[in-house]
Structures are given as C-alpha cells and as structure tokens.
C-alpha cells in the first residue's frame, strides 16, 4: 500500500522537497534501484513481501500491457510494472508534491512511459478513455473508496477483455466488485488484504 490517509491536490515544481527514505525496484529492468520517497503523512510503498507476492502472480503477463496505478502514491505498484515490461503506465496521484516526486523519479530511471496525472481518481474514472490491460487499485482505508472506484472501472470502460485487477484495502472490508470480477488470487499481511481479480468480458 502507498497511502492510508488522503491528501490535498494537483502538479507543481519539478523538484519536490523534503524526501526521505527509499523505494526499492524488486525485479526487472530496474532492479534494485532505489528512489526518494516523500515524507507525507501515511504515504509509503506496498511492502517488498507483498509487491513481490503481487508481481509473481502477474508473471509474463505484464509485457507490452498498458497499465494505470490509480493512488499511486510512490508510483510503486506502477514503477515496478513498468521495470518487469508493461509498455506503458498512467499514475493518477491528485497531491501535487507526490505527483511531482512520481515524475522525478521515473525521469531519473528513463521511463518515457510512464505518464503522471495530478487529478483525483473520481474525476479521472468519470471520464471514458482507452481500456487498461492491467489496473492498480490502493485506496486510502475506511472511506469507502473501493467500491465505488471498482465500478466506475467497469462502467466507463475502462479495462480490456480479460484485464487485471489488482485491490489493495484493509482486512476488515469485503469488497464489492462487478459481476464479471473473477478473483484470482488472495493474500493478507497485517490489517491489509491484497486481491488480484481477472475481469471476464460480459
């Protein structure tokens, strides 16, 4: 998970201060890079046990797939996608310094696809747009953001035949997802339940 509380919004300077800590790239053609981290409150990657757990459950399915990390947060869901061979990767962060932080780094790595919107994730998923092979999903917890982005995913296609879906959120919630959601894979560390659905076109 990268962010557990909510913040503010939109794109500023092209050099974010105050970064503290490190993201580790686990595998792929960044692997064992380390990028700043912002220090904002409740902001940090998914653990390495669970983005490891997530990214082996993808396996080569990631090549050449269009992906879209919505919360990004410290873009780790998406930067580690992009490192294992996605052909592009759509951040949607609306605080302005983490957005800005997400653009730096993937700048430092030279991943020209990765693209950076500092737009809150309501008003991106009520637009249409080209479908997503691939979707992260990390909402801040107890503000009932998972299900009504799950299916606004759906509704405004969003996501290709077959996408993946990967919902990140705490222990205590049981996800409402669409119909046509069928989960994959399931695991849980600490007050946290990773799920990684496979959408089955209708």
């Avoid at 960044?30 to 912002?38: D, I």
């Avoid at 396996?59 to 879209?68: C, E, H, K, M, T």
Wanted: aromatic letters at 6%; glycine letters at 8%.
């Amino acid at each position: 998970m990268k962010r557990k509380r909510s913040t503010p919004s939109a794109r500023a300077s092209t050099r974010p201060s105050s970064s503290v800590g490190k993201l580790r790239i686990i595998g792929g053609e960044f692997r064992r890079r380390q990028l700043p981290v912002l220090n904002s409150p409740g902001l940090r990657p998914t653990p390495d046990r669970v983005r490891e757990t997530l990214f082996n459950w993808l396996g080569q399915s990631l090549y050449a797939q269009r992906g879209v990390d919505l919360f990004a947060g410290t873009g780790s869901l998406g930067i580690e996608a992009l490192s294992r061979g996605a052909s592009e990767l759509v951040f949607v962060e609306r605080e302005r310094k983490i957005a800005d932080q997400i653009s730096a780094n993937l700048t430092t790595l030279g991943a020209e696809n990765g693209q950076v919107l500092s737009v809150d994730v309501d008003t991106f998923l009520t637009q249409t747009g080209r479908p997503f092979d691939l979707a992260f999903l990390d909402p801040p917890f107890h503000q009932g953001l998972a299900a009504p982005c799950c299916a606004k995913l759906e509704a405004n296609g969003w996501l290709a035949d077959n996408a993946m879906i990967y919902l990140e959120c705490e222990a205590s919630l049981a996800p409402e997802t669409p119909a046509n959601w069928s989960l994959h894979r399931e695991t849980r560390a600490g007050d946290t339940v990773a799920r990684l659905y496979q959408r089955m076109p209708g």
